[in-house]
């Protein structure tokens, strides 16, 4: 399932993930391995192989296809992968929430990327999916991811205290969340 989400005046798209995009999955992960290691799961060496990532994302289509978690690269215009974003845990009923993550290769942080994916992925969330509120959870010191989130208006709500083993170790993350009635138009920011 092919499916695109465009800001072209950022200069970037999303786009489900397919297994022909494992190779460059696997780049991305590669070229970030260590500067994003801080922010990350310990991961096994064989995480980091085609096989296993093929495998990833065979598993966020079958999650995609079940309405519970949607795994969207970024991409700028000329098609390079340089991001990922995820739609996960999806809870339905009375819940109508979930979470996202995401990434950036380490060489195209602070060019608004990962914001302008945020918002793209906010509009699909709402919009497409229909949800009410999509929360993420972040590292405290992660200052450049409290800004993506706050520049979409996300709120912060909390410490979960050591709530995910990050790098071999149980660390507290503080939690944010946006509702749907709070999410702006495309161009406007939170103050």
Known sequence: MSYKLYNNAQGIYLSLLELTDAEELLSLRLRNRTAHQQFEPLRSEDYFTLESQRQLINQRILDAQQDSAYMFGIYLLSGELIGQITISNVVRGVGQFCDIG??????????????????????????????????????????????????????????????????????????????????????????
């Open 102 to 191: 995401y990434l950036i290769d380490h060489e195209q942080q602070g060019q608004g990327y990962t914001s302008a994916a945020v918002h793209l992925i906010l509009g699909y969330a709402f919009r497409s999916l229909g949800l009410h509120r999509v929360q993420a959870a972040i590292l405290p010191h992660n200052t450049g991811s409290r800004r993506v989130l706050e520049k979409n208006g996300f709120q912060a709500e909390g410490l979960a205290r050591r709530f995910i083993r990050i790098n071999g170790e149980w660390q507290d993350h503080r939690t944010y969340a946006i509702l749907a009635e709070e999410f702006l138009p495309e161009g406007q920011e939170s103050p």
